[in-house]
């Protein structure tokens, strides 16, 4: 150690010169580690900040598929209703799923009738009276009238007249009188059956 105080005395300008090195190292240690532990701040912040967005658009994502459920469900809803309760009141194609039901249940048709759409007081759709007559077996006459509930289109029987109608053998057959309403939303005045 004595050597190098021994340089440094007979020539100072080496003296100056380790001295300048010494600051000059110390000033860039000062210089680039400040700035990177502020580069790495700002990038913690910058992460930071762009945690807290994805968890809001996460959040947000959440309650989008949520709404996108419940349309679904709404949509689904809106179509079952729509098949209930039409917005048109043309029937002919109601009377051919009755006809299919009686088909399929071994009912005939002996009558079937359909009124004039009318206007209910107080609701914004209006009712269409609807009478069948069938003939079957008990049992046929029964599923018959069973599976009318289960229709898309909707219709609430009101009154259901029972009469014995003759017999073949063992069977015995019935004619049942049917008086329900089915339902639509278009106006009385446009809807015609």
Do not use: C
């Not at 947000?60 to 729509?82: N, P, V």
């Not at 006459?141 to 073949?168: A, D, E, K, T």
């Amino acid at each position: 150690m004595d050597q190098y105080i021994n340089i440094i005395k007979r020539k100072p300008i080496v003296g100056i010169l380790i001295l300048g090195i010494i600051v000059v190292a110390a000033i860039w240690y000062l210089v680039i580690f400040t700035s990177q532990n502020s580069k790495l701040s700002t990038l913690n912040t910058t992460e930071s900040s762009l945690t807290t967005k994805v968890n809001g658009l996460q959040s947000t994502l959440s309650i989008e598929k949520g709404e996108t459920q419940h349309i679904t469900t709404y949509e689904a809803t809106l179509a079952r209703d729509s098949a209930a309760i039409p917005t048109h009141a043309y029937m002919a194609f109601t009377y051919k799923e009755l006809d299919a039901l009686g088909a399929r249940f071994g009912v005939t048709y002996v009558n079937q009738s359909i009124a004039t759409p009318t206007l209910s007081v107080g609701k914004p759709f209006s009712t269409i009276s609807v009478n069948v007559t069938v003939t079957g077996s008990y049992v046929a006459v029964q599923s018959y009238i069973r599976s009318i509930y289960v229709q898309p289109r909707l219709f609430v029987i009101q009154n259901i007249s029972l009469s014995p109608s003759g017999s073949s053998g063992l069977k015995s057959s019935v004619t049942a009188t049917i008086s329900m309403d089915a339902f639509t939303y278009a106006k009385p005045s446009l809807a015609t059956p």
